[in-house]
């Protein structure tokens, strides 16, 4: 079946490292690839998606490439601030059927000043 | 322009109880997801509806658990006698398109904590 693979947290940087969060996917076919983020006491909110191989999402300087020859859709960050101290989910769906997500484990990422 | 809205936010139960959790899509939305989140864990998809349709209930875990959206807008998640195994966030979301129309964003509501103690 379909599944998700993440880099194992939690992750600790410093404000202005560079952030990579490494996903890795099994799926049938095309799935589209979601970047999930959950900030403390809130819901979770779609940060970026790809939805066929070579795309590139981006959104508040975070990005991520479908990359399908290794599967994967690792997400990175260039210079990381406190703010993004979240908990970060790798998500699939599949191309056919109802849509619904597939997740990974999770990775808390806090970032110190 | 309300996001998804979930109700009760925390909600404890004594094992045995039955339970019931509620969501209100974004308006107009036709599809309409439900996930369970264990602490520590990614969200598990549990069920789907298109309008009122219940198109995929793969993922409940058991007969105890049931779903319904009649008039295809607000969702009720039911569970009864309820296990502690059963504590978790209970996600709702919803989307704009239907099955097989494209890979519409999912909007996530805030969630239902149980605690069945």
């Known amino acids: 079946g379909n599944s998700v693979t993440q880099m194992e947290g939690p992750v600790t940087l410093s404000e202005e490292a560079f952030l990579t969060i490494n996903c890795t996917y099994t799926?049938?076919?095309?799935?589209?690839l979601f970047w999930y983020v959950q900030y403390p006491g809130e819901g979770l909110q779609l940060l970026l998606k790809a939805t066929k191989a070579d795309d590139k999402g981006s959104n508040k300087g975070f990005e991520a490439t479908y990359r399908k020859e290794t599967t994967s859709f690792h997400l990175e960050k260039g210079s990381v601030q406190v703010s993004d101290s979240a908990v970060y989910f790798c998500?699939?769906?599949?191309?056919?059927?109802?849509?619904?997500?597939?997740f990974g484990q999770g990775t808390r990422l806090t970032i110190n000043p | 322009g309300a996001g998804v809205s979930q109700s009760p936010r925390y909600k404890v139960a004594k094992r045995g109880q039955d339970v019931a959790l509620r969501c209100d899509p974004i308006s107009g939305h036709v599809s309409l997801f439900w996930y369970q989140q264990a602490l520590g864990q990614g969200p598990e998809f549990l069920t789907y509806?298109?309008?009122?349709?219940?198109?995929?209930k793969s993922g409940l875990p058991s007969d105890r658990f049931f779903a319904e959206r009649p008039e295809g807008s607000v969702s009720t998640l039911k569970i009864q006698r309820t296990q502690q195994e059963d504590s978790a966030v209970y996600l709702c979301?919803?989307?704009?398109?239907?099955?097989?129309?494209?890979?519409?964003?999912?909007?996530f509501g805030p969630g239902t904590r149980l605690l069945v103690l």
């Open positions: 509806f298109q309008n009122e349709a219940q198109l995929d």
């Open positions: 979301a919803s989307s704009q398109v239907r099955q097989g129309q494209g890979r519409e964003t999912q909007y």
């Open positions: 998500a699939l769906s599949a191309p056919q059927g109802a849509q619904k997500l597939v």
């Open positions: 799926a049938t076919g095309y799935p589209s």
